[in-house]
Nanobody, 122 residues
Framework: QVHLVESGGGLVQAGDSLRLSCAAS????????MGWFRQAPGKERDFVAH????????YYADSVKGRFTISRDNAKNAVYLQMNSLKPEDTAVYYC???????????????WGQGTQVTVSS
């Protein structure tokens, strides 16, 4: 089992930055692809970014490309999401997830954190 805990969310203004962290426990996530998803009220859970196990390849949703950066530290069993130039439309609960394969779909992920709220005011 993998237990994931997100942190770093908060209330910021448009244009600000936030760095989300995802700490894993239970087993190492170094062999998993890791992803970030987000879900706004009344909407589906959307893909944001993911990173392969080695960290050598990343992929982003078009809506965050150039503004967000996903990274991982396998020695710390952690994944991060650096979010710059935040916009009000980035407001959502952000979830960290672990997958045994590379996917942009929520159903491709076996383990999920509880989420952290990000609110961007205009």
């Amino acid at each position: 089992q993998v237990h994931l805990v997100e942190s770093g969310g908060g209330l910021v203004q448009a244009g600000d930055s936030l760095r989300l962290s995802c700490a894993a426990s239970g087993r190492t996530v170094s062999s998993f692809a890791m992803g970030w998803f987000r879900q706004a009220p009344g909407k589906e859970r959307d893909f944001v970014a993911h990173i392969i196990s080695s960290g050598g390849y990343t992929y982003y949703a078009d809506s965050v490309k150039g503004r967000f950066t996903i990274s991982r530290d396998n020695a710390k069993n952690a994944v991060y999401l650096q979010m710059n130039s935040l916009k009000p439309e980035d407001t959502a609960v952000y979830y960290c997830a672990a997958s045994s394969y590379y996917s942009t779909q929520p159903k491709g992920y076996s383990y999920w954190g509880q989420g952290t709220q990000v609110t961007v005011s205009s």
